[in-house]
């Protein structure tokens, strides 16, 4: 039987310290949350492996979903700077991993998923493992969440192509987005700041991550 305190412990010290990782209430929120927890029964023995891991096949209406590696995710949590005033929007729950985490260091969490199965299972492994200041909403992730904004930190749990206006525009002023755009190894982590109605970006690191669905650029047409 895997022993996953053990293997959480191994995960923060092998994976996230060692990845500039130095905020302590960031690594305590990792060394906290049971990954397995936020994964199907046939994965949860993976839970700790340095690697993005599946936690929805692909259909033909969908991309597969998966859950991010673990030293990405806390560079990219990292770079958030959430405090316990902060109203978060996650786009992207999956099973609610990432949504899990930035509970413990927010004032609340909204997280906003488009596949009703993924957004079940983190609404129930919320009220299972007591994360009761993070809520799920079914809704197209490219939209976000407007009813419940405006949002100090929202953060996309996956890779992008482009930030759409509608997101930007539910952060608060003052507020950030941090997002991984682009894809591949070319993809970069990004800030994303909202300052007197103007939205500025700056990169800070490479990121190779998953894409998440919903966020490719629209085609332009060339006459």
Known sequence: MMNFE???????EN?????????????SAFLSVPREAFLPPEMKA?????????????????????MMEPSPLAKLVQLMDVDKEDVVLVVGAGEGYASAILSLLAGSVVAVESDADLAEAASQNFLE??????????????????????????FI???????????????????????VEGFGHAA??????????????????????KPLPGFVRPKEFVF
Do not use: W
């Open 188 to 209: 970069r982590a990004k800030v994303f700041r909202r300052e007197d109605d103007i939205f500025s970006d700056t990169a800070f690191f490479n990121a190779a991550v």
């Open 46 to 66: 993976l839970a700790y492996i340095d690697e993005d891991i599946p936690v929805k096949a692909a259909t033909p209406e969908s991309p597969a979903r998966y």
């Open 157 to 179: 749990n996956g890779a992008v192509e482009y930030v759409p206006e509608a997101i930007l525009e539910q952060l608060r002023e003052g507020g950030r987005l941090v997002c």
């Open 15 to 27: 994976q996230i310290r060692t990845t500039d990782v130095t905020s302590h209430p960031v690594i």
């Open 129 to 154: 493992l007591g994360y009761d200041n993070a809520a799920v909403v079914t809704g197209p992730l490219e939209e976000g969440c407007p009813s419940e904004a405006p949002y100090d930190v929202i």
């Open 6 to 12: 053990t293997a959480r412990i191994k995960m923060v």
